[in-house]
């Protein structure tokens, strides 16, 4: 039974700086690709970042040069480091893992953490 957990939501001001972190557990699997994705209220969930087993990572536009995605491998973990936090990053923010299991690709969700910044 694979699960992911997440951690690290919470209130901050406009400007401030907060982490986010989403562990993998199971077993027999690969991670092939994990990625946060955010959901405002009465909006679309939306893509904000990734990293491919490789190591390579992608941002959305809108958090270009402020979010920092990582992973440590031998922790099954993501990480999502997000500076200088604006009212809209305010968001439900889930952690996607693309995991190789029985020899086919499945996608897992986390449960999500509410991130509100404001003042």
């Known amino acids: 039974q694979v699960q992911l957990v997440e951690s690290g939501g919470g209130l901050v001001q406009p400007g401030g700086s907060l982490g986010l972190s989403c562990a993998v557990s199971?077993?027999?699997?690969?991670?092939?690709?994990m990625a946060w994705y955010r959901q405002a209220p009465g909006k679309q969930r939306e893509l904000v970042a990734t990293i491919i087993s490789g190591g390579s990572s992608d941002y959305a536009d809108s958090v270009k040069g402020r979010f920092t995605i990582s992973r440590d491998n031998a922790k099954n973990t993501v990480y999502l480091q997000m500076n200088s936090l604006k009212p809209e990053d305010t968001a439900v923010y889930y952690c996607?893992?693309?995991?190789?299991?029985?020899?086919?690709?499945?996608?897992?969700w986390g449960q999500g953490t509410q991130v509100t910044v404001s003042s």
């Open positions: 996607n893992a693309q995991l190789g299991i029985g020899g086919g690709i499945a996608g897992y």
């Open positions: 199971g077993s027999s699997f690969s991670i092939a690709a």
